[in-house]
Nanobody, 116 residues
Framework: QVQLVESGGGLVQPGGSLRLSCAASGSISSFAAMGWYRQAPGKERELVATATSGGITNYADSVKGRFTISRENAKKMVFLQMNSLKPEDTAVYYC??????????WGKGTLVTVSS
């Protein structure tokens, strides 16, 4: 079984920054991709950013130029540096891991609130 634990969420003012972390543990030695998704109140969960094991990244248009995803493969961790935060970035942010065998794992999420 694989567990994903997110951390780093919180309350931040518009224009501020936060860094989210996600650590994977359990019976996994490698994975195809890790990434971040978010779900705002009353909305569907949406992709924020993903990174493959080979380093290919993908971002939602709404966060390009503001958010940066990075990985530490050896530590099975993924990070999301969020700059120039906006109120519309307020959401629960979830970490997701995809294995080479097609299995998907989710973390429980961490809340990010952008408000003055």
């Amino acid at each position: 079984q694989v567990q994903l634990v997110e951390s780093g969420g919180g309350l931040v003012q518009p224009g501020g920054s936060l860094r989210l972390s996600c650590a994977a543990s359990g019976s996994i030695s490698s994975f195809a991709a890790m990434g971040w998704y978010r779900q705002a109140p009353g909305k569907e969960r949406e992709l924020v950013a993903t990174a493959t094991s080979g380093g290919i990244t993908n971002y939602a248009d709404s966060v390009k130029g503001r958010f940066t995803i990075s990985r530490e493969n050896a530590k099975k961790m993924v990070f999301l540096q969020m700059n120039s935060l906006k109120p519309e970035d307020t959401a629960v942010y979830y970490c997701r891991l995809n294995t080479y065998y097609g299995t998907t794992y989710w973390g429980k999420g961490t809340l990010v609130t952008v408000s003055s």
